[in-house]
């Protein structure tokens, strides 16, 4: 298997990226800059920027090379939003842990020590006058800020990690650049020693005095990455840009934003309607333009990153199966050929072929598995929408399933077959579920994939496979149907008996959820009409494969808890909005949760429904059967007196 961490070495050939990014934050003429490196979930912001923090690195260099003489006065500081998520006011917390993780910085932190301890003073007076308001008594205020509570006792833990030595890149077998350890500094005695005066931060003093404590200690620029911002709550996300905003003009700054920027547009938007400053006209247009203009003025270069070609995907791939399967040595020999014929041609795509160069003959494993990667790429680029931590997590779940099958002496079970079956359930989970029903009902051998299959490729195809089942003719499921090998002749059961813990939520239990899909999912389950609305606005964003995990996600939780009213309301409100899939997942809940377990206001609640979309009768009809069938149920008296009225 392989780590689902962020990494330095680059197997996608993002280090384009990196080297970009690096060109305008030590560049004096694009200083001060704040630069957004945009992705999804999983793009790759992360590893993307620890490329960027080894490549700032002073030590990655020969003595004597130009990329040395550029790191000479460049700090680079890694912090992550998410760890000051639970902090009482992560504005000034996240000020602090800049503040220090710069004090301690092993080349520039000796020179600029004094200036960051009156800052610091600064902050803690700032942080103690906002509390003071809700919880301390105005004359302990000045006893809070300079000793008696101070936020900086409390982020010494931080400090590793926004300085860099706590969020290590995984090595994977390589020798990895080493990092600039933070020196160890008491800066609560500093800061009690000093005697510089507590004064509340201002914001054109502190950018002028942090400027100056810039140009004092020779630094160049300043390289802040700041990544993780889209898993913060939309609170905290305005905390953390509105702390980024008091560095914003200071000369030799640059900030690096890593997020997704649908959440951070959502999280301004509800700054804006938690002041009361939404000036939204009918069709939402005045609010997205408070929003962009919001951004535009925090962002000064927006960078989005591009989803993997299959050309990309099959690269990608192929490098994860060596680092796994071939000695080290190897791996870094394929690891510069790729980079090399990068250089060339950035189109082409380094597998089976190149590999096989470099290797001279390919182990019998690594040459099946370069062979699964060559056939599977194009439909995993398209199921996945070239996101390398899906990649790389569909690539764990078919190594576990290839276990499990051995542990289970399921010798029958082929690679190719079950990588095909894999993405099917991956790229579209429907499908996939209703294959598992087929199959299950004709010994493994379901007759429809078999026409299915037969039908594929001739003129009246689209037209076949409709006939057999609504939806099989979309182009992604018949360029799924032609992939090889055909299942006509397979027999299904072993395939489906690995995969049996995952039928429910298309593995979705293996891929973690995305900040954006979760944030939905938690608005909804609130219960607050409010908060329900701003669900429905975000879930407007989702892709469809984030609508797929959206609505297993509620599934699993009224399958969890059947008798919270809450857990239907929330799928209800996606049907209401006509969100794609919706209804047929809220009917197959109603078909399958207990009955006896479920609140009788979702039968009165489906009556309601239906009658206002009363196209969706067809799709309700197995859910509305088996409630008038059971009348010896408070929900299904409920739907049964509901419908008389």
């Given at each position: 298997?392989?780590?689902?961490?962020?990494?330095?070495?680059?197997?996608?050939?993002?280090?384009?990226?990196?080297?970009?990014?690096?060109?305008?934050?030590?560049?004096?003429?694009?200083?001060?800059?704040?630069?957004?490196l945009f992705g999804d979930w999983g793009s790759g912001k992360t590893s993307i920027m620890q490329m960027l923090r080894r490549d700032l690195d002073l030590e990655r260099w020969g003595v004597g090379s130009a990329e040395r003489k550029?790191?000479?006065?460049?700090?680079?500081?890694?912090?992550?939003?998410?760890?000051?998520?639970?902090?009482?006011?992560?504005?000034?917390?996240?000020?602090?842990?800049?503040?220090?993780?710069?004090?301690?910085?092993?080349?520039?932190?000796?020179?600029?020590?004094?200036?960051?301890?009156?800052?610091?003073?600064?902050?803690?007076?700032?942080?103690?006058?906002?509390?003071?308001?809700?919880?301390?008594?105005?004359?302990?205020?000045?006893?809070?800020?300079?000793?008696?509570?101070?936020?900086?006792?409390?982020?010494?833990?931080?400090?590793?990690?926004?300085?860099?030595?706590?969020?290590?890149?995984?090595?994977?077998?390589?020798?990895?650049?080493?990092?600039?350890?933070?020196?160890?500094?008491?800066?609560?005695?500093?800061?009690?020693?000093?005697?510089?005066?507590?004064?509340?931060?201002?914001?054109?003093?502190?950018?002028?005095?942090?400027?100056?404590?810039?140009?004092?200690?020779?630094?160049?620029?300043?390289?802040?990455?700041?990544?993780?911002?889209?898993?913060?709550?939309?609170?905290?996300?305005?905390?953390?840009?509105?702390?980024?905003?008091?560095?914003?003009?200071?000369?030799?700054?640059?900030?690096?934003?890593?997020?997704?920027?649908?959440?951070?547009?959502?999280?301004?938007?509800?700054?804006?309607?938690?002041?009361?400053?939404?000036?939204?006209?009918?069709?939402?247009?005045?609010?997205?333009?408070?929003?962009?203009?919001?951004?535009?003025?925090?962002?000064?270069?927006?960078?989005?990153?591009?989803?993997?070609?299959?050309?990309?995907?099959?690269?990608?791939?192929?490098?994860?199966?060596?680092?796994?399967?071939?000695?080290?040595?190897?791996?870094?020999?394929?690891?510069?050929?790729?980079?090399?014929?990068?250089?060339?041609?950035?189109?082409?795509?380094?597998?089976?072929?190149?590999?096989?160069?470099?290797?001279?003959?390919?182990?019998?494993?690594?040459?099946?598995?370069?062979?699964?990667?060559?056939?599977?790429?194009?439909?995993?680029?398209?199921?996945?929408?070239?996101?390398?931590?899906?990649?790389?997590?569909?690539?764990?779940?078919?190594?576990?399933?290839?276990?499990?099958?051995?542990?289970?002496?399921?010798?029958?079970?082929?690679?190719?077959?079950?990588?095909?079956?894999?993405?099917?359930?991956?790229?579209?989970?429907?499908?996939?579920?209703?294959?598992?029903?087929?199959?299950?009902?004709?010994?493994?051998?379901?007759?429809?994939?078999?026409?299915?299959?037969?039908?594929?490729?001739?003129?009246?195809?689209?037209?076949?496979?409709?006939?057999?089942?609504?939806?099989?003719?979309?182009?992604?499921?018949?360029?799924?149907?032609?992939?090889?090998?055909?299942?006509?002749?397979?027999?299904?059961?072993?395939?489906?008996?690995?995969?049996?813990?995952?039928?429910?939520?298309?593995?979705?239990?293996?891929?973690?959820?995305?900040?954006?899909?979760?944030?939905?999912?938690?608005?909804?389950?609130?219960?607050?009409?409010?908060?329900?609305?701003?669900?429905?606005?975000?879930?407007?964003?989702?892709?469809?494969?984030?609508?797929?995990?959206?609505?297993?996600?509620?599934?699993?939780?009224?399958?969890?808890?059947p008798d919270r009213k809450d857990n239907f309301d929330a799928l209800r409100a996606l049907v209401d909005a006509d969100v794609?899939?919706?209804?047929?997942?809220?009917?197959?809940?109603?078909?399958?949760?207990?009955?006896?377990?479920?609140?009788?206001?979702?039968?009165?609640?489906?009556?309601?429904?239906?009658?206002?979309?009363?196209?969706?009768?067809?799709?309700?009809?197995?859910?509305?059967?088996?409630?008038?069938?059971?009348?010896?149920?408070?929900?299904?008296?409920?739907?049964?007196?509901?419908?008389?009225?």
């Amino acid at each position: 298997m392989w780590a689902d961490n962020e990494t330095s070495r680059d197997l996608i050939g993002f280090q384009v990226h990196s080297d970009l990014i690096r060109s305008i934050v030590v560049s004096p003429a694009m200083l001060p800059v704040t630069l957004g490196l945009f992705g999804d979930w999983g793009s790759g912001k992360t590893s993307i920027m620890q490329m960027l923090r080894r490549d700032l690195d002073l030590e990655r260099w020969g003595v004597g090379s130009a990329e040395r003489k550029a790191c000479e006065k460049v700090a680079c500081l890694y912090f992550n939003g998410w760890l000051f998520e639970g902090y009482d006011d992560a504005k000034s917390a996240i000020i602090s842990a800049i503040l220090l993780a710069l004090g301690e910085h092993k080349r520039f932190g000796p020179k600029m020590r004094d200036g960051v301890v009156r800052l610091l003073k600064s902050v803690n007076w700032m942080r103690a006058v906002r509390m003071g308001i809700k919880h301390i008594a105005l004359p302990a205020l000045a006893a809070y800020a300079s000793g008696g509570a101070s936020v900086v006792p409390s982020l010494i833990g931080c400090v590793q990690g926004v300085a860099g030595a706590g969020h290590k890149a995984e090595p994977q077998g390589e020798q990895e650049a080493e990092e600039e350890s933070p020196e160890k500094v008491d800066w609560e005695s500093l800061i009690r020693r000093s005697p510089e005066k507590e004064s509340l931060l201002e914001v054109r003093s502190f950018r002028e005095r942090f400027g100056k404590l810039l140009a004092d200690s020779d630094i160049d620029s300043l390289v802040v990455l700041v990544d993780d911002l889209d898993r913060c709550s939309p609170e905290r996300v305005i905390e953390n840009l509105e702390a980024i905003k008091l560095f914003l003009s200071v000369e030799r700054t640059a900030f690096v934003i890593g997020a997704d920027p649908r959440i951070v547009r959502h999280a301004i938007a509800w700054r804006y309607q938690q002041y009361g400053e939404r000036r939204a006209s009918e069709d939402g247009e005045e609010e997205q333009r408070l929003v962009t203009d919001y951004l535009e003025k925090l962002i000064q270069v927006p960078y989005h990153l591009p989803r993997l070609s299959p050309a990309e995907t099959e690269t990608y791939m192929s490098l994860l199966f060596c680092a796994k399967l071939a000695p080290p040595n190897r791996m870094r020999e394929c690891l510069a050929a790729c980079e090399e014929q990068r250089e060339k041609n950035r189109y082409a795509v380094f597998g089976y072929g190149a590999i096989e160069q470099v290797f001279g003959t390919l182990p019998n494993d690594l040459a099946e598995a370069l062979g699964l990667c060559s056939q599977a790429a194009p439909l995993i680029t398209e199921g996945l929408k070239g996101n390398p931590r899906q990649i790389k997590r569909f690539l764990n779940a078919l190594f576990l399933r290839q276990q499990l099958a051995a542990v289970a002496r399921l010798t029958n079970i082929q690679a190719d077959v079950l990588v095909k079956l894999m993405i099917l359930e991956y790229a579209q989970g429907k499908y996939f579920r209703q294959l598992y029903d087929w199959q299950a009902s004709q010994d493994g051998h379901p007759n429809q994939i078999a026409a299915m299959e037969a039908a594929v490729g001739k003129g009246d195809a689209e037209e076949k496979l409709a006939a057999i089942s609504k939806g099989w003719s979309i182009a992604s499921i018949k360029k799924w149907l032609a992939m090889p090998p055909k299942l006509a002749e397979v027999d299904l059961r072993d395939y489906f008996w690995v995969a049996r813990d995952r039928l429910e939520s298309t593995l979705s239990g293996v891929a973690m959820v995305p900040p954006l899909v979760r944030q939905v999912a938690e608005l909804l389950l609130s219960g607050k009409p409010a908060r329900r609305n701003q669900a429905m606005e975000l879930a407007q964003q989702c892709t469809e494969k984030e609508i797929e995990l959206l609505l297993g996600l509620l599934r699993s939780q009224i399958t969890r808890q059947p008798d919270r009213k809450d857990n239907f309301d929330a799928l209800r409100a996606l049907v209401d909005a006509d969100v794609l899939g919706a209804a047929e997942a809220f009917a197959e809940t109603i078909a399958s949760a207990p009955l006896r377990r479920m609140p009788p206001s979702v039968g009165m609640d489906l009556n309601v429904l239906l009658k206002k979309k009363t196209k969706l009768v067809p799709t309700f009809e197995v859910a509305v059967q088996r409630l008038r069938e059971s009348s010896d149920t408070r929900v299904g008296r409920a739907f049964i007196e509901g419908e008389k009225t």
